[in-house]
């Protein structure tokens, strides 16, 4: 049975990012969530102009951006995702530069046991066999996220596959926040909105730019887990969700599954 369409996923908005971390605030007192009224004085806003905020019919300024980052205190990706929101932002790739330590290992990248695919608007171009030997099916999909939620050989080869997930929603939603990306972002929101998991870790409302720590894969033919640092090298764009090179440089094999 499909979702209706009052709880079908949306493209993110500055009214709904900062409704939702005012829900989050919650009075030591009454237990109770902030109103629009105490979240407006401790950024010095008026109710009337708090709430146009709420449906979208204001555009923060600077100020009240870092009031809202303040009072909510936001992480460094999450300020910048609401500063795309409000129109003061422009999404930058160095995040997804690669880091210095990491150049003289590119070099020598592609080999059997590297992992390596072109990646644009959450599809993979192009993908070498090992990549598609460690994701299989994941190359031929036209949705990494569908991929990710509804294989099972994606369950089958992620130690913490729920993790994942949620790092994977996370980056699609400072995706979707991009105007540039609209289409694509409602294209894929249609795709994936009768998903249950998509839904409740999108309307977690959590956003992340980069990846933290390593990624972990099982690799049945080795007979262990193989963990990997994710490189993104863009090609020809000065946007963090421009066509990108995907490299899974190795670390260390573990014979066990890493804990969650």
């Known amino acids: 049975m499909g979702l209706r369409n009052s709880d079908r996923p949306r493209l993110p908005s500055i009214g709904e990012f900062v409704k939702s971390r005012r829900l989050r605030l919650i009075d030591p007192n009454t237990q109770k969530p902030w109103t629009q009224v105490e979240l407006g004085s401790a950024i010095n806003l008026y109710p009337n102009t708090y709430a146009r905020l709420e449906r979208n019919k204001y555009q923060p300024g600077p100020q009240v951006l870092d009031a809202l980052a303040r009072v909510f205190d936001l992480t460094a990706d999450e300020r910048a995702h609401m500063g795309v929101l409000a129109g003061r932002e422009v999404p930058t790739a160095a995040v997804f530069q690669l880091p210095a330590e990491l150049e003289q290992a590119v070099l020598s990248a592609f080999e059997s046991r590297t992992p390596a695919a072109w990646v ?32 099972e050989h994606a369950r089958k080869v992620t130690p913490n596959h729920e993790e994942e997930a949620r790092i994977q929603v996370s980056q699609f939603r400072a995706f979707a926040a991009d105007e540039s990306n609209r289409e694509r972002a409602l294209e894929m929101l249609e795709q994936l909105g009768d998903e249950p998991e998509f839904s409740r870790l999108w309307n977690s409302g959590t956003v992340q730019l980069g990846r933290p720590g390593p990624r972990y894969v099982w690799c049945p033919r ?36 890493p804990s969650d």
């Not at 599809?123 to 994701?135: D, M, S």
């Not at 262990?224 to 946007?239: K, P, W, Y």
């Open 222 to 257: 080795e007979d262990r887990f193989i963990e990997l640092a994710d490189v993104l090298v863009l090609a020809g764009s000065a946007s963090m969700w421009g066509r990108g090179l995907y490299i899974g440089l190795p670390g260390a094999p573990t014979l066990s599954p």
């Open 120 to 151: 644009e608007d959450w599809r993979i171009v192009a993908a070498n066999l090992r990549f598609r030997e460690l994701w299989p099916g994941l190359a031929d999909s036209d949705n990494i996220i569908r991929w990710w939620l509804t294989s």
